[in-house]
């Protein structure tokens, strides 16, 4: 079965520091793996997407990692700021099919403190 | 910012009545996409199109129904709300590039509809 597990489900950082959250996933065949912020009562906007042969990839504060060996990913956020505050969500999508059907895992809640 | 829209953005509405949520994108997207998401869950797929006159379900078992009659719009009805209807319904679009592999494309969300059934 395709899954996606996400960890820590919830995170409280202060602002200004960093933080690492993680994404495991049993996809196959694999294709892409995306990093999506969800502020709270909106839909998601994609941060990073990453095919198979990318290490990493950053954007602005945000840098998305993939070891495709291991399944594994990590979204990275230096100098956390208030807005940072949302839900994180990893979306890996597979080969199998035209559509390019997306699995998504459950989310991280990162909430920033002043 | 994405130009896809969804109405209402909150509804709340009493068990039997017919509702049709809008979904609609101006940026010539053929796939269209439903999603279902419950708080604290992952977004579960419900519907899909790949075109105008397709329509496909997802992978969660869901009582609405969708229509495409023009690429822009894609609106899912429920002909008798229940209170386990009451959820957040997220509508998303990709676009579709020959000889791009699909898989790729970038997936882009409206808003979302925060749907309770009384």
């Known amino acids: 079965k395709n899954q996606v597990e996400q960890s820590p489900q919830s995170l409280i950082i202060l602002e200004g520091k960093n933080c690492t959250l993680q994404?495991?996933?049993?996809?196959?065949?694999?294709?892409?793996l995306r990093w999506y912020k969800q502020d709270t009562g909106r839909g998601p906007v994609s941060l990073t997407i990453?095919?198979?042969?990318?290490n990493t990839k950053s954007n602005g504060r945000y840098t998305a990692t993939l070891d495709a060996d291991t399944k594994q990913s990590s979204l990275h956020i230096t100098a956390s700021q208030l807005s940072d505050s949302a839900s994180y969500i990893c979306v890996v999508s597979d080969r199998g099919s035209t559509l390019g059907r997306l699995y998504f895992g459950r989310g991280t809640q990162l909430t920033v403190w002043p | 910012e994405a130009d896809i829209y969804q109405t209402p953005r909150y509804l709340v509405i009493g068990t039997g009545k017919k509702i049709t949520l809008e979904c609609s994108q101006t940026?010539?997207?053929?796939?269209m996409y439903w999603y279902q998401q419950d708080p604290g869950m992952e977004l579960h797929l419900i519907h899909y199109s790949y075109g105008v006159n397709s329509t496909e379900k997802g992978d969660l078992s869901s009582e609405s129904t969708v229509s495409r009659i023009r690429t822009e719009h894609f609106p899912l009805t429920l002909e008798s709300a229940r209170p386990s209807h009451t959820s957040q319904y997220l509508c998303a679009s990709s676009e579709s590039v020959a000889g791009k592999v699909s898989q790729t494309y970038e997936q882009y969300f409206g808003p979302g509809t925060r749907l309770t059934v009384t």
């Open positions: 940026m010539g997207h053929d796939k």
């Open positions: 994404c495991n996933y049993t996809v196959s065949p694999f294709s892409n």
């Open positions: 990453m095919t198979f042969s990318e």
